[in-house]
């Protein structure tokens, strides 16, 4: 993988250095502690943008520091969507990974149409002004469900149960996605699911902040992808972890994806919906540092 990548970012080498956004790719690698401090002033010191984007790619790919998914998640949050696009599809072309199964399609219920809509009529308008537009299953009871609550329309990811008498009822156990980071969760997707596939091959554990509290993370261990709500107590240092999570092996995480373009029909305001970080008030770092998505906790990285 990683020979592959270093041939992949030569061959992108000039649009790379010309079009990507450098500074921002060097902010965000250096907050997540892939840039040095004296690799960032390095930088820094270049005169023009076109050397210092240079510079980095020099750096990317003389150095074994900056992995290939934290230089795309790096320039995904710089907002070069189309060039993170680019090399993560040619390094799928490179690999010859392409995933050509075929996968059961999900089960989608839409609660605006189906007959289903009476089994969750307290959840769909119930006087607190929550509605539910619709619950794709992803497996073993675990579905996503769009959800409006006191007006704000959210993307869940929750584990449902089942009582005996075949009634499901959602649990604690989810994660809570506002549209702005839901749509910062389909840009880091591709990057995940590909951790996914060689997670006994990772040296460290990988995390992806999605936004507010809500982390990803994949580890040798295991081959799955934990995705948790956080919080900080006052005493600790650093956030840990709550109940409110998910796990999602390859199978649900394939269809976890299946269910992103679906739900798009059903929730078309996903369409707009832009990850904060692409917002004008995320020019600079301190307008990230004031963001309760960007900088949840009183500091300004954790993964
Ligand atoms: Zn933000």
Known sequence: ??????????????????????????????????????????????????????????????????????????????????????????????????????????????????????????????????SQRSMINIGNNCFVVAKTYKGELNVHIRQFEETKAGRLFPTKKGVVFPLPRWALFMNLEPDISDCLKSYSELESEQCWHLGGGVYAKINSEYPTVNIRHYWKPDDAEQPVPTKRGVMLNKFRLDNLRDAMEKLKEFVPEIEDAVPCMYGDDHMNQEGMLRCPECSPFDYEKYC
């Open 1 to 130: 993988m990683d020979g592959n990548y270093k041939e992949i970012i030569k061959r992108h080498y000039d649009t790379l250095a010309s079009k990507m956004n450098v500074d921002k790719v060097v902010m965000h690698l250096h907050n997540l502690n892939y840039l040095t401090d004296d690799m960032k002033g390095r930088l820094d010191a270049e005169r023009s943008r076109i050397t210092r984007s240079r510079k980095l790619l020099e750096m990317i790919t003389s150095k074994g520091r900056i992995s290939f998914t934290s230089f795309r998640i790096a320039l995904i949050k710089a907002g070069d969507l189309l060039l993170a696009k680019e090399l993560l599809e040619d390094s799928k072309q490179l690999s010859g990974k392409q995933d050509q199964l075929e996968r059961s399609k999900p089960l989608v219920i839409d609660l605006d149409k189906s007959e289903e809509k009476s089994e969750f009529g307290s959840d769909n308008t119930s006087e607190n002004g929550s």
